[in-house]
């Protein structure tokens, strides 16, 4: 892979483009939970099978990482994108044409497919096009990751007020998939084929501890994401929020999301040793889910305030992590592929067990206590990131 330094222009335009299709990464899972209520007016679903329409994208991103790589290399890093991009598109849009639970769902997979195949792609691509400056790039990066699921989240309910209708809240987000294939496709001449390589990119980290320990550290926080987006917009409605007021603070925390993404990388960029910026941010998750359980309704902007600093500057801080046991671009895209395709399957299933806890106890705070519980854990796990030895743990 060429590096793009040479050419500002084009480094630039690379970046808009990475930004915009990164912008689709997230609005067909983050609109659901705002507009749970309507949907489940319309098609019957229990909370147990809602849980579903964020779990198995999830858990497809997960198993999708796994030959994303593989049809990057076979097709091309442009090609694979826009064929993904397309995918998301079409399984968005097709959303106002769903009568059933199983249609709702099969869109959510066939976006989470999409979804999967760009996010194996692009931390390599940043790497090998930004090295001077890869974890400033991978959070302008997850930044657009998380943007768009504050779009989506805020004003999902505010089109379904407008137009009346649940599906079109849902399947206006195809509008951006369109927006980030005309400008995607312009970036052609950035990508030269790519050398052909012999050995998998990720089967060696299968037998690798250190991979492992990545993978579930990245799983379990993106655990917390997933319950979040998925859980928060409802557990305010049952708390007796209006819909579209519930939609909102989950974009306000998906905006403190933004923040961090931009913020935290940028910090740690500085340092070699990025541990103490790691825990600082699964403090504030802690503070946060302490807050939802305990005073729900006091100062209420307060904590997806403290969850939206800590979950935003926590995912591209759990890829950084990755990409700097490496230096080699391939080989550090083929272990943050690995990771992610792990991890995702690890917090794919969260939603479910919530969900599960909900319908079974009927309140979502035994869920929060469960999440709190296991970031305590991950701080236990920062502790064995220690750059000194990345090289003897991941020749």
Not at 154 to 165: A, E, K, L, N, Y
Not at 227 to 252: D, I, K, R, T
Not at 274 to 291: D, E
Request: charged share 10%; with cysteine; hydrophobic share 55%.
């Amino acid at each position: 892979m060429e590096n793009v330094h040479a050419k500002p222009t084009t480094a630039l335009w690379l970046m808009i483009s990475v930004v915009l299709v990164a912008l689709n990464l997230r609005p067909s899972m983050a609109a659901v939970g705002p507009l749970l209520s309507s949907i489940r007016g319309e098609v019957p679903l229990s909370f147990s099978a809602a849980s579903l329409l964020t779990m198995l994208p999830v858990m497809a991103m997960g198993l999708a990482m796994f030959f994303g790589i593989g049809l990057g290399k076979r097709f091309g890093e442009h090609r694979s994108i826009v064929l993904a991009l397309v995918l998301i598109g079409f399984a968005t849009l097709s959303r106002l044409f769903l009568d059933s639970a199983a249609e709702l769902i099969l869109s959510a997979i066939a976006a989470g497919v999409g979804i999967a195949l760009i996010q194996a792609l692009l931390p390599a691509l940043i790497k090998s096009r930004f090295s001077d400056n890869v974890s400033l790039f991978m959070g302008l990066y997850v930044t657009a990751i998380m943007g768009g699921a504050a779009l989506a989240a805020s004003f999902s309910p505010f089109i379904q007020v407008q137009t009346g209708s649940w599906r079109i809240g849902l399947a206006i987000w195809a509008v951006l998939a369109v927006v980030a294939l005309l400008f995607w496709s312009a970036q052609r001449a950035a990508f030269p084929p790519l050398p052909q390589t012999g050995a998998d990119a990720q089967a060696s980290f299968f037998g690798n501890r250190r991979a492992w320990l990545l993978a579930i550290f990245f799983g379990l926080g993106t655990a917390s994401y997933t319950c979040v987006l998925a859980w928060l917009a409802p557990y305010y409605v049952e708390q007796g929020w209006s819909a579209q007021n519930a939609g909102l603070l989950l974009g306000f925390l998906t905006a403190m999301e933004v923040v961090s993404g931009l913020l935290t990388p940028a910090i740690a960029n500085r340092r070699q040793d990025k541990r103490s910026v790691v825990a600082v941010l699964l403090v504030l998750i802690i503070a946060g889910f302490c807050g939802l359980i305990l005073s729900p309704q006091h100062l209420t902007l307060l904590w997806p305030c403290l969850l939206g600093l800590g979950i935003g500057g926590l995912f591209p801080m759990s890829l950084i992590l990755s990409l700097d046991h490496l230096d080699n671009p391939r080989r550090a895209g083929g272990l943050t592929a690995f990771v992610q395709g792990i991890g995702y399957l690890i917090a794919g299933i969260s939603p479910l067990i919530a969900g599960v806890i909900r319908d079974q106890l009927g309140s979502f705070e035994w869920a929060w206590w469960s999440l709190t519980a296991v970031v305590v854990v991950m701080l236990l796990m920062v502790l064995r990131f220690d750059p000194r030895h990345y090289a003897r743990h991941i020749r």
